[in-house]
Every structure is written in C-alpha cells, then in structure tokens.
C-alpha cells in the first residue's frame, strides 16, 4: 500500500523456476506490495509449483502457450480486477531488479505521473551489464526510428520493466493489442498518442543463462513489429491510418 493506493506487482512468467524465489523474495522486501499475480504461459519446468507455494501470490495459469502479450493482457485484467491502483510489471527472470520499485510506486502515486519505465539505457551502462552488442545496436536504432516517428525522447522502448496507474491502464484498448513482443510497443504508442508523459528511471539488469531472452529470429519480427508500430502511428498523426487507440492497431 502507498498513501491509501494498493500496489500490485503482475509476473508474466514462463519456464522461470530458477529464478522465481529469489525475484518474489525481493519484491516483498520492499514492504509496499499488497498482492503478486503471477501469470504462467504454459511453463514446462515447476514454475506454476513455486508460484502456488509462494504467500500473498495469485496463480493464473494459461493451459497452452499464448505469447508474451496474450500474458499481459491477463496480467493487466487480473490486477485491475484486484482492485489495483499502481500495477508493476516485473519479469521473474531476475534480470530487472524489484528494488526500484518504490521509486517507481512514488512516481505514481505521488501523482506525477502515470507510466514509469525501468530504462536499461539511461546511465549508459547497458553494454557493460551484459546486453549483447547486437541488441544494444537494436534497441538504440529502433528507439532512434520511434522517436522521430511518434515525437517522443524515450531512452528506450523495448524494456520489461513498467508502472502503471489504474486510470491509465483503464484506457487502454489492451485486448486489441498483439498476442506477441511486439505488443509492448503498441502500449508505448498507445499512451503517447493519448499524450501521457512518460517517466524513466535507469535500471540496472542482469544478463545471465536464466533470464529470458527472444532468439534473434524473432527479434527480427519483433523489429519490424516496432517499425510498423511507428509507422501507423505517424500515419494515423497525418490522418492517414487508424488511431493507435481503436481496436487494429
């Protein structure tokens, strides 16, 4: 709880056992988490068995795999269902660390503003933390690209760690969104069309055998996702393309 506001951490996990215990244990460290909802996308390993041993941890299963987006979307509707004023996402991987989360809840709850975004860039340690060079290329061109085509100045786009307040999550046509990656691109797009500010504080990550990764095929089709993303945002900007925030985004 922070200042009367309920706090719920949602998990988008899959196959994230070994991680799990220790990413859970320092999040509750942090004394300002009412309720984790942990979402598992179909885990062939004891994810499910350690999130149902967890206390205070709402297990919602999804019997087959459904991607990274479908995940949210349950994530998003479980906590808003919950009663969730600030919801953060934070992946059981261990990669971002949960200790930021106070500051991301005081931005938010705070009223300052209502999407706060752990950057892996800011600080300019990204590279040295461990991010392969091929990503890091990635992720500064596709930010590059998204940044002029929807008017923004974000660090970065593509990270997995995001606050959001309860009113903010409640306008967003969530459900029309992809059921993959590129899904957290369309939120990006989403809030800026609705013009939010958007706020980042610099994360530092963990790049280690057991935290999640996409291949590099499907961080091809994650990239061009991004740019399409971008790009009927302008489109939609000159009149030409759909709002981002009606359903077929």
């Known amino acids: 709880m922070y200042n009367g506001k309920k706090v719920v951490v949602v998990m988008p996990a899959y196959n994230a056992a070994r991680t799990l215990q220790v990413t859970y244990d320092e999040i509750m460290e942090q004394g300002l988490v009412d309720l984790v909802i942990l979402v598992d996308d179909a885990s062939r390993d004891d994810t499910v068995t350690i999130a149902r041993s967890l206390q205070n941890v709402r297990v ?34 261990y990669q971002y660390t949960p200790k930021l989360i106070p500051a991301m809840v005081a931005l938010i709850g705070g009223g300052l503003y209502h999407c706060v975004l752990g950057s892996r860039i800011l600080g300019g340690h990204a590279v040295r933390n461990g991010m392969p060079w091929w990503k890091y290329v990635s992720n500064r061109a596709l930010t590059f690209v998204s940044n002029v085509l929807m008017h923004a100045q974000l660090s970065e786009y593509h990270t997995g760690y995001r606050a959001y307040s309860r009113d903010l999550l409640q306008r967003l046509p969530l459900e029309a969104n992809s059921d993959d990656f590129v899904f957290d691109n369309q939120m990006l797009a989403q809030i800026l069309w609705l013009d939010y500010t958007i706020a980042e504080v610099s994360c530092p990550t963990r790049y280690f055998e057991e ?24 489109l939609a900007r000159m009149g030409l393309a759909k709002s981002p925030v009606r359903p077929g985004l």
């Open 60 to 93: 919602v299963v999804h019997p087959r795999n459904r991607g990274y987006g479908a995940n949210q979307k349950t994530c998003y509707r479980e906590a808003l269902e919950a009663g969730a004023d600030i919801v953060i996402m934070v992946h059981p991987d």
């Open 211 to 234: 935290a999640s990764s996409i291949d590099f095929p499907r961080s091809v089709r994650y990239g061009f996702g991004c740019l399409v993303t971008a790009a009927a945002f302008r």
